[in-house]
């Protein structure tokens, strides 16, 4: 493993090249097609701002190499070495097809499309955290790998994808933070990675818009709650305001919102918060790439 070139290569890690960027339009702009364009940009500050931005398409795709103000949920940063991860966002106009109530089902439908593309594509299990990290094993544990932050944008919806794929263990952001090749994946070149994932998350939005948005009908909130390792557990719900709500995590609701079942006998449904496992759940969801619209092996 060579960590540096300093012979003025254009990239500074020979293990973590560049994207292809001519192959990535190649194989994912086809006519009627929802991927319109895609770009690459070696730095910037937020592909979710700079999408939002630009004001264009349906199906634009922006990706940067490295970002110096990614954002989580709740504005919290997301950073990582330059090329060691994928982080994009692509502009998704649901409306008029999908009413703008179901539209919240957006990160949750990026998660499964993530989920899934990441479970064929790299043969590692990936599961979901209500409502938007993604979930790797390192080690026995439990890490987060990745997480997706939706925002509207006039008309339409803006989603961004964080996803660690190389990051080594001394790179690590926090000790609860994990990546694909930490969790032993088998494929880590970024460029089949990100084929796979806008496949996967085209295939499931093309779905679930033919569905009028409906989870139930698109087999949406079936596969959500098949893929999400919150189902099951006992959390703790930390909620805005500063109020919390201790419960099982036992459903998904048509909305996408979480359902705890309390001490005291009774079920909410939680729409907005953070949410921490407490304890393990008793059997924990295997994701799989049967729980995907399409059959079809990627290419």
Same mark, same amino acid.
């Given at each position: 493993?060579? +960590? ?89 106009? +649901?409306?008029?097809?999908? +009413? ?179 304890? +393990? ?19």
């Amino acid at each position: 493993m060579t +960590p540096s070139d300093s012979s003025g290569s254009r990239w500074s890690d020979l293990d973590r090249p560049p994207l292809n960027t001519p192959a990535l339009r190649r194989a994912l702009l086809r006519p009627g097609g929802l991927w319109t364009s895609l770009d690459v940009v070696a730095n910037t500050g937020s592909t979710n701002t700079d999408l939002a931005a630009a004001e264009g398409a349906e199906g634009a795709v922006l990706i940067a190499e490295e970002q110096s103000a990614g954002r989580g949920r709740l504005d919290r940063s997301w950073t990582a070495p330059a090329r060691s991860g994928l982080f994009f966002s692509v502009r998704l106009t +649901p409306g008029p097809a999908v +009413p703008m109530e179901r539209w919240g089902w957006l990160p949750l439908l990026a998660g499964v499309a993530t989920a899934t593309a990441l479970s064929r594509a790299a043969g590692v299990d990936t599961a979901l955290k209500w409502p938007n990290d993604l979930l790797v094993r390192v080690g026995g544990e439990e890490r987060k790998a990745g997480g997706i932050l939706a925002e509207s944008s006039g008309d339409s919806v803006i989603v961004g994808i964080g996803l660690n794929v190389s990051l080594r263990a001394a790179e690590l952001p926090v000790p609860t933070a994990g990546s694909l090749a930490l969790a032993g994946a088998a494929v880590l070149d970024r460029d089949i990675l990100l084929r796979a994932v806008l496949r996967s998350l085209a295939e499931w939005y093309q779905q679930w818009r033919a569905a009028g948005g409906d989870p139930a009908g698109c087999r949406l909130q079936e596969a959500y709650a098949a893929g999400c390792a919150t189902l099951g557990r006992t959390v703790r719900a930390e909620l805005p305001g500063g109020r919390e709500l201790t419960g099982e995590a036992v459903a998904v609701d048509g909305d996408g919102r979480l359902v705890l079942a309390t001490a005291e006998g009774v079920q909410r449904p939680v729409g907005a918060g953070d949410i921490v496992h407490l304890r +393990p759940a008793a059997e924990p969801p295997r994701p799989s790439a049967s729980s995907d619209p399409s059959e079809s092996p990627e290419e």
